[in-house]
């Protein structure tokens, strides 16, 4: 309902107006007169209506002022001015203020009518815009949260086309190609009590880490949470680190205040997001050599400097490769990480072997998500839990990376092979019908996005092109009907405009449908 109010010192003319309102605007209702500028103001300012008809000339202050200090506190309502025509210069004046139109005694009631459904539609599609806003703006906070999971989680595994990182700026609205990872570690106790109090402990975590600075916050994993701090990378670095623990301190707390269990907090360094995983590294480093509270990385590395810091990331792209089937690039990372234990604990095999058994059972864990039941697994096949030969250690992993990377490369190839050939038997049964990329990618249940990726990948075309090209070749075969007309090899076809059709088969065939017709009519000769 369309909320008028009408300021005029005649009640006649508010009387007329309340009237017509009444018999002939039947989504819109009289809230309230008044018969002086100020009475106007006042009760224009309490009731908030959506249209107010003011007359120019009233006692006290006059229309044109009152208008004024009207706009100062609500912009959005619409005016139309109600004047004699020996003041229509005033009513110009009006309109420079920004009213919407003007309305001339002696009042006429189709006019009157004319422009109050004229800036009644103005209303209805501001409330239109402004709720399909708010619904957009709901829907975009339902999904941020599981867009934030997946950026920080992906960042993890390197899995992030950091091109796309502008779109991700956009959406989250912060800069984030530089900042550091702060990491929100529980001490592990497992019962019912403590799992509650770890998810309020992840909660609060998330909750006010993002009161008191602009981060985003991934999702618990084992018994920690990690949060990915923009920050600018022309400032100091010994700026930044401090901030950062006056940031955890001021964490801190808030969590204390909140939930009643023993965590820690570890700090990294700042890198670009190209290096995300190396400040996780740090900060997770960092939890595991000091027993403070907050432990940043930094001031670790000072105490611990005559040793090189084991190389997380390394071990991370590791399991990468492992799981994506690339056994030469997991062998390869494994060696590196092997010279790495070998350099950094020369003479001390028993330490190595311990380290590489630790490695071993990670690796195992990670490519158990992605074998088949009767894939090898055990390593008492490779010897390698009661081996203490650091190299014979050394040979059997390596062997075990090469049949294990090539078993999940094995079974990820046959199964994209089948969704593959899934897509091509639905897309040649679905040709000539109205399909879309989401039809496809829903009857392989994946999310569009991926599917657009996916489908390029594995076909070498996107889905446009690849659609375009079978429905082009069956025409091809329908046309060499010389009883079928080429609109009806348009519409057979999954084609609803003839000279879209026409355009589309020159474009792949470099003939229009009647020239190849021909063509094909000179062959037969």
Known sequence: MIKIFVADDEQIVIDSIKFIIEKNIPNAVLVGSA???????????????????????????????????IKERHSDIIFIIITAYEYFDYAKDAIAL??????????NK????????????????????????????EALNRILPHLESEFVYSHFYGKVDDDNIEFYENIFGMRLGYGYIMIGSVNYVDNVANSIGKQAFYDCFATELKSIVPCLVGPPMLNSIAAYVPVERERNGFEIKNESIEIAERLCSRLDERVNLNYRIGIGRPYGIENFTISYDEADRALKIDEE????????????????IYPFNKEKLLIDRVIMGDGTGAA????????????????????????????FIVLKRAASYYMEADMPYDDGAYGISVNEDIQEIKTSILAWIKTTSQNIKTRKDTALNEIIRRVEDFIAHNYNRDITMDDVAREVNMSYHYF?????????????????????????????????????????????????FSKLFKKYTGKSPSEYRTSLEREQV
């Open 452 to 500: 657009s990726k996916f489908f390029k990948e594995q076909t070498g075309r996107n889905f446009v092109d690849y659609l375009g090209s079978l429905r082009i070749q069956k025409a091809e075969e329908l046309l060499a009907d010389p009883s079928r007309s080429i609109k009806d090899v348009c519409y057979s076809v999954g084609y609803n405009d003839p000279n879209y």
């Open 110 to 137: 189709n006019k009157i009518i004319e422009v109050i459904d004229k800036a009644a539609e103005i209303i209805t599609k501001q409330r239109k815009s402004i709720a399909e806003e708010l619904e957009l703006k």
């Open 332 to 359: 390869r990372l494994f060696n590196e990480i092997f010279d790495w234990m070998a350099l950094n604990y020369r003479g001390q095999e028993s330490k190595i072997a311990a380290m590489l058994k630790e490695l």
């Open 98 to 107: 920004g009213v919407y139109d003007y309305l001339l005694k002696p009042l």
């Open 35 to 69: 018969r002086s500028g100020r009475e106007a103001v006042e009760k224009i300012n309490e009731i908030r209506p959506d249209i107010v008809l003011m007359d120019i000339r009233m006692p006290g202050i006059n229309g044109i002022e009152a208008i004024k200090k």
């Open 293 to 308: 509270k907050i432990s940043h990385f930094d001031d670790q590395d000072i105490v611990f400097a005559r040793r090189d």
